[in-house]
């Protein structure tokens, strides 16, 4: 695959402090002109003031300067106007007008997670000593981002400006509803969902394990309930383990680990999901607010305020 990953994402918010204060508390690291970074990714989140919360601007890494020309021989066919300036590519999502931007970049380079013992029936791995878990020390703090969720009122056109466009490859859809497409080797880095007004669902955020989520999760609600939106649970699409919240714009962050990796294209065959499949494996229900979250009737007349 020529696009290998998700580098960064710009979200637009009316109260930039206080959701900039949120996401330190959720693990990324302030950079200053409202950048925030991942233990792996470096700059990975700027947030800036804008009047609704939306997603401005996604930047995707490609390898060299040819996937820029097939990408731009992409978006011309669709009509789609884009700008090629040495090693980047700009292009305006038609629908939401998200600016996307395709760079020439390193490849995002990992360290494995230190190897943790879980026991199992017949499988004592792990003896005369309690979970790790217990003992890690300091906060959580996310390895890298792994993807962006838009509300498109056309999800069909974004999403082939995604792929027909960009040359995103589709990983699962939700029938009728979305589609779940990657620019990497990870199950999915965007998910675009057909919605009445064009807004940013939820940003997700890897962590080494579904320890991680938890003790992340935990901290995140001590004196802070409100934050909570759902978790902990298993996605079905992508197979991670799960816990939104939400930040003081209105937008959820998601933690997220084990999520199901495309090596070879070839073995991997996209399902057309339906209902509460494509959401979750097991865990609590969704709220109705995880769907159809509270602001949107306010977004889509233009009264929107954080609270």
Known sequence: MSLHGLLSVTMGV??????GAYYADFGLTPEGDGWYSTADAGRQLRIVPAPTRRLVELRVGVDDPDDLARAAAGLERLGVPASLSGTSLQAAEPVTGTRVFLDV??????????????????????????APGFFRPGPVRPRKLGHAVLGSTDHGRSTSFFTDGLGFKISDRIAGVGAFMRCSTDHHNVL?????????????????????????AFAMLEGRPERHVWGLGRHYAGSNFFWYLKDPAGNFSEYYSDMDCIVDDQLWTPEDLEGARGLFAW????????????DLAAMMTGAHAPR
Do not use: C, M
């Not at 675009?192 to 992340?216: I, K, M």
């Open 14 to 19: 009316p109260n930039a402090a206080d959701t």
């Open 105 to 130: 970049a390193p490849r995002i380079q990992q360290k494995p997670a230190a190897a943790e013992h879980y026991n199992g029936p017949g499988r004592p791995e792990r003896q005369d000593s309690r």
């Open 192 to 216: 675009v969902l057909a919605a009445p007004v064009n807004f940013l669902h939820h940003t997700s955020w890897q962590v080494d394990d579904v320890d991680e989520v938890g003790r992340g």
């Open 283 to 294: 865990g609590p229900p969704p709220p109705a607010s995880f769907l159809h979250p509270e």
